[in-house]
């Protein structure tokens, strides 16, 4: 870069500075004029200049034209933008693939990528309630009734 277009640099830069740094100015209104008002002094053409400036009040043609365009079917363009599924390729690549990962290797995949929420944790395994089982066998509750009463007692059944 040479000296020249440095030292011009910085003076645009520097008259910015100063109109940034001069405080806010008040705003000045911008004075509409009426397209009378901007015709020139000539006698000739002020029709034509009235209506250039005024402008068309009617609906305007419109100047787009469709000469040279191919008309393609919506069909064939909703096609077209529509992405190709990659799901059989996909499924093809992964069902071809020999090697295979261990159990334990994947459950830790899965444990770690189930998230910490606790709609994301697996359901604990409820454990069945366990029957209480007697310290004395059926024989021996038997010989402590012959001991005890001196003969076997029936149950109420």
């Known amino acids: 870069m040479s000296a020249s277009m440095v030292r011009r640099g910085l003076e645009l830069l520097s008259e910015d500075l100063k109109v940034a740094n001069s405080g806010p100015k008040p705003k000045k209104r911008k ?46 363009e909703y096609r077209k933008k ?11 690549y992964f069902l071809g693939t020999s090697s295979s990962t261990n159990q334990s290797t994947t459950q830790k995949i899965i444990n ?28 021996q509750f038997l010989e402590f009734q012959k001991e005890y009463f001196g003969q076997i007692v029936e149950g109420k059944n």
């Not at 529509?82 to 093809?92: E, I």
């Open 31 to 76: 004075v509409v004029k009426s397209a009378k008002d901007l015709i020139s002094s000539n006698k000739q053409g002020v029709r034509k200049q009235l209506k250039r400036l005024q402008g068309h009040r009617g609906s305007a043609k419109s100047k787009a034209t469709v000469k040279d365009k191919h008309v393609k079917s919506s069909i064939e």
């Open 82 to 92: 529509q992405t190709k599924s990659q799901l059989s390729s996909n499924l093809q």
């Open 112 to 139: 770690q990528n189930s998230g910490r929420q606790s709609r994301f944790q697996p359901d604990q395994p409820v454990d069945k309630p366990t029957e209480e089982k007697s310290f004395f066998t059926e024989d």
